[in-house]
């Protein structure tokens, strides 16, 4: 009988060290989930940035209000007629620029 219940505790320990442990267990389970929900995150900014590149297509494909956009922001472009107004700091001289302290 004592031979028993110590074969059915052995069975059990390994039992509960397969579920814990071993492959396939409660740890491996917890590691899939963390990266499945890694990758969902992925998944989630990819796609957001997918839906923002198609909207910009379609804007492309339908209007010429933003390749004009894109041509004055990038490319610096000027409808015909337009002038362009450049402001520039002064230009310091040397009387101007504040002294330099000799503590070397």
Do not use: C, H
Not at 4 to 12: H, R, T
């Amino acid at each position: 009988m004592r031979g028993l219940i110590l074969v059915l505790g052995v069975l059990l320990l390994l039992l509960q060290y397969s579920l814990w442990l071993g492959r396939g267990g409660v740890r491996d389970v917890a590691n899939l989930k963390s990266q499945i929900a890694a990758q969902e995150a992925e998944n989630a900014k990819l796609e957001a940035r997918n839906n923002a590149l198609l909207a910009e297509v379609m804007d492309l494909k339908q209007g010429m209000d933003a390749i004009e956009e894109i041509a004055r922001s990038e490319m610096g472009m000027l409808r015909q007629g337009e002038v362009f107004f450049q402001v520039l700091e002064p230009v310091r001289t040397l009387a101007e620029a504040p002294a330099a302290s000799d503590d070397d």
